[in-house]
């Protein structure tokens, strides 16, 4: 049974506490952007998300693909992570509706589904391993959560990032069939349902 996602509500941008530290009241006036910013993008933010995309040398795959048009389709499977306004890690989802990602799936969005398809999570190469990664995986996560009718998501990787991926909670469905030129893709699973405590509990 498919359930539909009606009315999804885009992410009112939310932020973390900025850090506690000592400054001039001359200082204070001229920090008028939030230290932490997590929000939807928009197609204001191609620009950025190409430039970490570029920097990060994603693989061939995502480049060819070009996931960041994806989100101007479905902006409300998208969340930005923004410190003082800028952009410093990304995940750019797309709703789909086969139990498994085929080749399509990369350039298509099917609205009113109950999987998201997670295209790509990127965090800028300055800011790798820190956590954002992870921190942001997790907030994604938890937004679908609140969104009506979503069950599921589902994305690829290679090999060496299955580990990552599965301490986020994903478990492994088997090799994917999409591959490009040599590369080959693990499948990964994340069940959204089922997880009540979480949803009480995060403000949904
Ligand atoms: C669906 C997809 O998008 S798959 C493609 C994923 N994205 C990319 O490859 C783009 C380039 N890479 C990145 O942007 C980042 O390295 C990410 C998103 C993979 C990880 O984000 P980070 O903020 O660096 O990760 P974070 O600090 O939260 O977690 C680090 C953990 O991930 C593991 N990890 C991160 N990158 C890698 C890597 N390239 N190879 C192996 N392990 C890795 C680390 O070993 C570490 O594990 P630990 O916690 O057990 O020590």
Redesign the pocket.
Known sequence: MTQKVSGSPFLKPFFLKTPVRVASPLQQRRHTLPASEFRNLTSQDAISVFE??RE????VY?LQNSPYSLYVRCPELSLGWFEEGQLV?F?IGSGWDKERLSQKAMTQHVPDTPTVH????????H???????????WRYLQYLRCMPGLRRAL????D??V???R?AGFKEKGPSEISVSNMQFQEMEYALGGQAYARRNSGC
């Not at 994305?155 to 290679?158: F, G």
């Open positions: 970490i995309e990060g040398k994603i693989c995502f890690a995940i997670i295209h790509v999570l990127s965090v800028h190469r800011c790798r391993q820190q956590g954002k990664g992870s921190i942001l995986l994305l690829i990787c290679e060496f990032l580990p990552f991926y301490k």
